[in-house]
Nanobody
Framework: VQLVESGGGLVQPGGSLRLSCKAS???????????MEWHRQVPGKQRELVAS???????NYADSANGRFTISKDNSQKKVFLQMNSLKPEDTAVYYC???????????WGQGTQVTVSS
């Protein structure tokens, strides 16, 4: 199983990006059993949890993302998304998706996708 992220890039402040994470090699009946998360990391800083979506689609957001970012998933496509609006320079980071068991144990991480917010 591989988590493959896409959708990162360079965007101006105030712009939007939609990140996707596809669970390659995972069957659909397994996909929905995971809690899914988006994290981000800036060089020299700890990785930060940005948003999560549970198996029953309950969502949670970091204060920095609340009101601007939306996490969602499509079980049939085996994808999880992060819609990011009103982007700020401080959102610049490498974004990672992660799958965790309901116990909290992480099983899979993506390779990361760079998001740069700059004019």
């Amino acid at each position: 199983v591989q988590l493959v992220e896409s959708g990162g890039g360079l965007v101006q402040p105030g712009g939007s990006l939609r990140l996707s994470c596809k669970a390659s090699g995972m069957i659909t009946s397994v996909f929905w059993q995971y809690n899914m998360e988006w994290h981000r990391q800036v060089p020299g800083k700890q990785r930060e949890l940005v948003a999560s979506i549970s198996t029953d689609r309950r969502t949670n957001y970091a204060d920095s993302a609340n009101g601007r970012f939306t996490i969602s998933k499509d079980n049939s496509q085996k994808k999880v998304f992060l819609q990011m609006n009103s982007l700020k320079p401080e959102d610049t980071a490498v974004y990672y998706c992660a799958f965790a068991r309901p116990s909290g144990d992480y099983e899979y991480w993506g390779q990361g996708t760079q998001v740069t917010v700059s004019s």
